[in-house]
């Protein structure tokens, strides 16, 4: 199986083993891997084709793999879920599940001998990896609250499936998205708070009306990376809800042929669009569809600051809530998720949603059920009313799993949350995003305060520290923030952090931790 993409006249490294062999390819070879085992694959296959299937090697944590599912918009049954607890259940000590900024999980300490009959289960319970890294298009993002917020403008969920079966032939696998420069994020929003960080998408359709018609303008070109982070910008483009799946298939196609190869660093969406422009971007996807794009509405619909949706929430439908729970940095085991399944039968409808602060929303709770289900144990670690800041923290995977992460993140920042709560009160929350490093997994960018890994010196040493941003907006005026303080060891971030929520977020010290001047 071979892209149908020319070869680029310059290609690096990782343009020349697509072009050998297109990463779908592995998928009829998952038996043979699983017989030799991972030190005896071709590395090429072993280290970057098995993402094309949701299967990434770790060099920290080698012969145990991550496996990234795709959940559109966030969405699976409590049966998918008690799938994915089996699956993470049997790695004992080294099985957990990690919430991500796209709605998604990731298993942790899969065994490469087991992928077949893992992939078994996963084709039984309706549930895929597959064309989830690399240089693929990744979990498409929407509202986790789609069909059920009582403000919605559009539900987006068939939406975005019909998306997500168009870019792999309805999970079987699509060669024709396989080969795109780099990866690519699609968003979808349907609500008027910006729950999808659509400013940060490679396209992103945010909802509008034009001539008394709802249907979604477009954005085009967002992007983190290690050399340069970019918010997206207007395509001038206002879709019908009907074409977007249309639309996303030729931007796709476009950005496929004509995206720049020779250097990955200058790879994304972004870089097309700066070499040219977005006029003659626009006019290319024309040409692709075959018909002209209507001019975008003159305002969309992102009115509101965003929403985490944790706590209870009416919902549309009467006499039912949505409660939302808070888990910490989204680090899952097995019994969380077995217990989070159970919730959902016995509370709700049988469905979970996850969003992309990494937190869970349990749909459709009766009033009936709500004082039992907040009675649950659980709940004593995932809070439906979690600290002002506990409730806005998000960290990538960081240094533990990722051999890109240059700190350790996720149980750093939970211990700093909770000893900052501890000696500080706040009257509002304060949105935290820990990323292990310069790729930005956990977006730092767009919290209040984001921190960002790095290596600094004290006292002679080479230490963990971090890059401090602030003032990233998400929701009506949305920015990204901008790096203040470079360098500041980890050891010290207790107390200049403490030292910005008094400065800029009104904190105060708690009596006990007031000093005297």
Known sequence: MTSTVPAAATQNKFEKFKAEKDGLAVKTQLEEFARIGWEAMDETDRDHRLKWMGVFFRPVTPGKFMLRMRLPSGILTSG???VLSEVVQRYGEDGSADITTRQNLQLRGIRLEDIPDIFRRFEQAGLTSIQSGMDNVRNITGSPVAGIDADELIDTRGLIRKVQDMLTNNGDGNPTFTNLPRKFNIAIAGCRDNSVHAEINDVAFVPAYKND???????????F???RCAAAIPMDVWVDPRDVVALCEAILLVYRNHGLRANRQKARLMWLLDEWGVEKFRAEVE???GYPLQSAAPRDEILWDKRDHIGIHAQKQPGLNYVGLHIPVGRLYAQDMFDLARMADVYGSGELRLTVEQNVIIPNVPDSRLA????EPLLERFSADPGVLSRGLV???????CNFALIETKNRATELIRELEAELELSRPVRIHWTGCPNSCGQPQVADIGLMGTKVRKDGQTVEGTDI???GKVGKHAQLGECIRKSVPCSDLKQVLSELLIQHFDARPRPKFVTNA
């Open 213 to 223: 018609t709802l249907g979604f303008n477009v954005l085009v070109g967002g992007f």
């Open 225 to 227: 990376s290690a050399k």
């Open 395 to 401: 960290s990538c995977t960081g240094a533990q799993f």
């Open 372 to 375: 039992p289900l907040l009675k």
């Open 469 to 471: 941003y602030m003032g």
């Open 80 to 82: 998918q879920m008690r």
């Open 287 to 289: 040409k692709q569809l």
